[in-house]
């Protein structure tokens, strides 16, 4: 997509999306709009009673807005752009019980964007999209509590999914809840099983997540099955319920994936696997993320703790801080059951590795795997006592207690994952490489800042950069 320089109010100019289709829009210091507003109170799936609306123009700063589990998805078309501005809420209405209660088979909208969406929160005026009933959404207080009868992995609508020849994706300051409803049984793309939170599968599309919250998911949360994405400085919580990444990097697909929280993921939290039969080959970034007691859902042996290479994916991974995961980076080699990683091409170090018990510090080195030790690492081969090296978290129990329950420690609550003076962890990073930059720096249509590498381990720096929430 062209750059746009925000140079007065009211500036109007001409922008191709990236599917190169023109459309007039008009931008502001304040607030970028395209086309017309949509009415506050509009139920985006469905104008005077019909179904599958087709949406486009611009959401209005602070108004609300409602998905109808009676009706289909929302649609933006290929040549459309739909603008979601600061402090916009969209709830996700419908029956709570009964045959057609919300989440159940063709009763979880989602957004289908086969032209552009830009979802630009800010930190003062974020974006929320969540079930309206408060009955039906999982509550803080409960914490920890069972992920059998706790609502985050419902999955109460479609979530947002990109066609193939989809425009750009856009998400800035959003928070995301409750994603992974059923596909309809018409859907081309896994009809009646859960869909991904985030989908994308046009190469030639951008995908940006940046500073955004994402709770609560059935399955996978992002998948880039296509396109170049950024995804920075967000929170991953309760993500999937017996399978799913927090990002599942495929095929076509091509970015950074830094200065990320994922606490309570039940797969890896970021995969690279090459799956899909698309150019260019998936191939992730990954550096200065915190990732905490993710892995303890995954139903397939062996899989899921925290980062994958396998199936042909390549990739970077540095500075990665893992507390009390089920497993340590995984590197999937000749003879993994779950295919070869591009090993010539995956390079990582700089592994900082916490563990409370003996079950997973024998597997900082997944059995299976053919990782090994590297320059920097912390605590980097299987033979660590439990307990050693605390990163030393601002407010975050560490060690954990002898009684916790790691598949019931998913939850974000109220912990500060910042990094008290005098941590291992600062200082001990890498920063010998870039970020990819694959996706423009811009305000609206690309990322806001292409976030290098950081000098203290981790998503959150003692410098206050990193991650911001």
């Not at 809840?177 to 896994?190: D, F, I, K, N, Q």
């Not at 059995?367 to 590297?374: A, F, I, K, L, R």
């Amino acid at each position: 997509m062209k750059k746009t320089t925000l140079a007065t109010i009211g500036l109007t100019a001409v922008l191709f999306a990236c599917n190169k289709s023109n459309q007039s829009v008009n931008v502001s210091q304040q607030q970028f709009t395209s086309g017309s507003y949509v009415d506050a109170g509009d139920t985006l799936n469905s104008k005077l009673g019909s179904s599958n609306r087709a949406i486009k123009g611009t959401l209005k700063s602070g108004e609300t807005y409602y998905l109808s589990s009676d009706h289909g998805d929302a649609t933006i078309n290929s040549g459309d752009t739909l603008v979601i501005q600061s402090g916009v809420t969209i709830y996700i209405v419908g029956p709570s019980t009964g045959p057609t209660a919300i989440g159940t088979q063709d009763h979880a909208p989602g957004l289908i964007v086969n032209g552009t969406l830009l979802s630009l929160g800010t930190k003062t005026q974020p974006i929320l999209v969540t079930v309206q009933d408060p009955t039906l959404r999982s509550d803080p207080s409960k914490d920890p509590q069972n992920p059998s009868t706790d609502p985050a992995f419902k999955g109460y609508w479609g979530g947002i999914q990109g066609g193939t020849g989809s425009g750009d994706i856009i998400l800035k300051w959003t928070r995301l809840e409750y994603m992974g409803g059923l596909a309809p049984l018409s859907s081309p793309v896994r009809p009646g099983a859960q869909r991904y939170a985030v989908f994308v599968s046009n190469p030639s599309c951008h995908l940006v997540v940046e500073n955004c919250w994402l709770y609560g998911t059935a399955n996978d949360c992002l998948r880039p099955a296509g396109g170049s994405y950024e995804i920075f400085g967000n929170t991953f919580e309760k993500v999937g319920f017996s399978a799913g990444e927090c990002v599942n990097v495929k095929s076509g697909s091509r970015g950074d994936i830094a200065y990320n929280l994922v606490i309570g993921g039940t797969g890896n939290a970021f995969k690279s696997a090459n799956a899909g039969g698309l150019s260019p080959q998936a191939d992730m970034n990954c550096y200065n993320n915190t990732i905490v007691t993710t892995g303890y859902r995954q139903l397939k042996v062996g899989e899921g703790g925290s980062l994958d290479f396998e199936n042909g994916g390549r990739g970077n991974c540095y500075n990665n801080l893992l507390v009390n995961c089920r497993f340590g980076l995984g590197v999937a080699g000749a003879g993994s059951s779950a295919g070869s990683a591009d090993l010539a091409n995956v390079h990582y170090g700089y592994t900082y590795n916490y563990a409370d018990a003996d079950s997973l510090t024998t597997q900082f080195l997944p059995s299976g795997y053919v990782t090994q030790p590297q320059s920097g690492d912390i605590n980097g081969g299987n033979a660590t006592t439990p307990g050693a090296n605390n990163p030393m978290l601002v407010n975050y129990p560490l060690p954990a207690s002898a009684t916790i329950n790691f598949i019931e420690a998913d939850y974000a609550g109220s912990f500060d994952f910042h990094l008290k003076s005098g941590s291992p962890a600062i200082g001990k990073a890498y920063t010998q490489f870039s970020a990819y930059g694959v996706v423009p720096v811009d305000p609206t249509f690309g990322v806001t800042a292409l976030l290098q590498p950081g000098k203290d381990i981790g998503a959150f720096q003692s410098d206050g950069t990193g991650n911001q929430h």
